[in-house]
């Protein structure tokens, strides 16, 4: 991984971005670009849409656009939520971006992963490997749009699309102290879906200020508490963690997200030279594993 310079932190920006700094950002944090396609390697904490008036990524498209002489405005096909890092795939063609997305549900009908995330978790789950497949759905708790899981999701639930099923593929790559860094492959999409999935399991990502709070811990044993009940609060991390991160309890809401989307499969021939977009994991990300003495192997060819 090499080395990663000490005044890298883990900890969010206390000042939000300017549009002209979020556009310089952008191009600096472009991987790919092949034509129409293009690939950026998003940092956390920007948010790729929201109201018209936010500074979202896609308020920025058009200049991006324009500065990379393109012929019509980029469209994001594929990229990570706000709180996320990790690829954000984009197309000024139309026609590129709906083969890519007829690609991407075909794969979905299949149960074929298209993308790969990467994620740092406080604690290790119980198998190396496996599946979550749980009903998701969203609720309002103390003021918070959240997501729950539905164990047993009626039928009228999900034809009213009231709840959702979703799956995710799992596999411990890495595991230390109690800690472990996991290869996610989602195969459906929905909001928050692998925190939430990662709860289930017991294992809540680093950084997770959201759902995180649903795994606690009894004697040392962690057990899910209800998530209907269950606001969300700063992550807690044990002892040994805060020591290891060199963190105190007091900056651990600026705790960024260990969660990476680290590759993207394409379809042949909508790129020259690939059919496999890799972003590497942030600085404070590597740093992280580093303190943690976990180590990222070689990802497979394919998602």
Same mark, same amino acid.
């Given at each position: 991984?090499?080395e990663?310079p ?13 549009? =002209? ?5 952008l ?25 018209? +008036? =936010? ?26 939520e706000? #709180? ?7 197309? %000024?063609?139309p026609?590129i971006?709906? !083969? ?8 979905k ?13 406080? &604690?290790? @789950?119980?198998?190396? +490997?496996? #599946?979550?497949h749980i ?9 918070? =749009? ?6 047993s ?7 009213t ?12 790559? =890495?595991?230390?102290?109690g ?12 909001r ?18 959201? !759902?995180?709070? &649903? ?5 040392? #044993? @962690?057990?899910?508490?209800?998530? +209907?009940t ?7 991390? +044990? #002892? ?7 963190? &105190? ?9 260990h969660?990476?989307?680290?590759q ?20 404070f ?11 990222? @192997? @070689?990802? %497979?060819?394919?998602?």
């Open positions: 991984m090499g990663t000490n005044k890298i932190s883990y900890l969010k920006p206390l000042k939000s971005l300017e549009p =002209d700094s979020l556009l310089k950002l191009k600096t944090s472009i991987i790919h670009a092949d034509g129409t396609l293009v690939a950026i390697n998003k940092p956390c904490g920007i948010p790729v849409s929201g109201k018209p +008036e =936010d500074l979202t990524l896609q308020s920025v498209l058009p200049q991006l656009s324009q500065n990379l002489n393109l012929p019509q405005d980029l469209q994001v096909i594929k990229a990570p706000k #709180e996320g890092s990790g690829l954000v795939l984009l197309s %000024s063609c026609k971006t709906q !083969y890519i997305q007829d690609f991407y549900s075909q794969h009908k299949k149960k074929h992963p298209v993308a790969t995330y990467c994620a740092v978790t406080t &604690r290790t @789950p119980v198998a190396m +490997e496996g #599946e979550i009903g998701l759905k969203m609720v309002d708790i103390d003021g918070f =749009d959240l997501v729950v899981p539905v164990t999701p009626s039928r009228k639930s999900l034809q699309k009231v709840v959702k099923k979703t799956l995710t593929y799992y596999k411990v790559l =890495d595991s230390k102290d800690c472990a860094l996991l290869q996610l492959q989602p195969v459906t999409t929905f928050n879906q692998l925190q939430v999935h990662l709860t289930q399991i017991l294992s809540p990502v680093l950084g997770d200020h959201v !759902y995180s709070s &649903r795994v606690g811990t009894v004697l040392g #044993e @962690p057990f899910l508490m209800p998530a +209907e269950t606001p969300p609060r700063t992550q807690v991390l +044990e #002892e040994h963690l805060m020591q290891k991160l060199r963190l &105190r309890q007091q900056v651990m809401f600026r705790l960024q997200l969660l990476h989307l680290h993207l499969l394409l379809p042949d021939g909508c790129c020259s030279s690939r059919t496999l977009l890799v972003a590497p994991p942030p600085p990300f590597l740093q992280t594993l580093r303190h943690l003495g976990l180590n990222l @192997p @070689p990802m %497979s060819s394919k998602p």
